[in-house]
């Protein structure tokens, strides 16, 4: 096949990938909005094209693990929210402090006053990562010290404690992991008024049906845009 084909067909390939992409998220959108629940389109192994197709579609709410692309996009597109969902270095303090619309990994004080100290007057609301099942394999703080946590938390400026962020136990009961989360967040918020940030692509409807208010959604939402997808093994 001669180079000129096999652009075509790779552009071809990418414009119907795109389609897809859209239908997708107005499938997921419709879903959830029904719910209440809204999504945040997790985009740290998505092309720049598909981001720029969810925006066009109406998309303003991305999460990224790597704050120096959550950095970089945010600049990019300053209209939408970037959410920073990773794991976080103190090192790297500033661009959350600066480009972050909010942190979902809250999970050690000492990083969370090194953000404090980059905020320069503004304001970030923040979840704290629950590790729900206690796993050591696991990020997030452990049930048992939330509440500590949290009063810890609420002392330092700059930060708004909003809710709570989990992911699924690598082992045990999905639904029972998210009912606990649920209380816990009812329990530190004294109701539901505390954002609660869980279900991804694979368990998802479980999070919703648990009372998530935030889901985070990544290869069921960008296909084979995603480049998981695409890996041979």
């Known amino acids: 096949m001669f180079p000129g084909n096999i652009m075509r067909d790779t552009a071809a390939a990418e414009q119907i990938a795109l389609q897809q992409l859209c239908r997708r998220w107005q499938q997921l959108h419709d879903e959830l909005d029904a719910d209440g629940v809204s999504m945040l389109a997790i985009s740290k192994y998505a092309p720049d094209s598909a981001v720029q197709a969810l925006i066009d579609q109406g998309q303003r709410c991305f999460g990224e ?12 597109w300053p209209d939408c929210q970037w959410h920073m969902i990773g794991p976080l270095q103190k090192n790297k ?24 100290r980059h905020l320069d007057g503004r304001r970030l609301p923040v979840l704290i990562q629950v590790n729900i099942a206690a796993n050591p394999a696991q990020h997030g703080v452990n049930p048992a010290a939330l509440q500590t946590f949290a009063a810890e938390l609420n002392a330092i400026d700059g930060l708004e404690l909003r809710g709570l962020m989990a992911m699924a136990p690598l082992d045990g009961d ?20 505390g954002l609660l940030s869980m279900g991804m692509s694979h368990d998802y409807r479980a999070a919703v049906a648990a009372g998530a ?3 985070r959604l990544g290869s069921t939402l960008f296909g084979d845009l995603d480049i998981r997808n695409n890996r041979d093994d």
């Open 65 to 76: 693990s790597r704050p120096q692309a959550l950095r970089d996009r945010a600049l990019r």
């Open 93 to 116: 303090a500033k661009y959350v402090a600066r480009h972050a619309a909010m942190w979902h990994s809250c999970e050690d004080i000492d990083t969370a006053a090194a953000v404090s």
């Open 174 to 193: 999905v639904d029972e992991a998210f009912a606990a989360m649920r209380d816990l967040r009812d329990e530190l918020f004294g109701g539901s008024v």
């Open 213 to 215: 208010t935030m889901v």
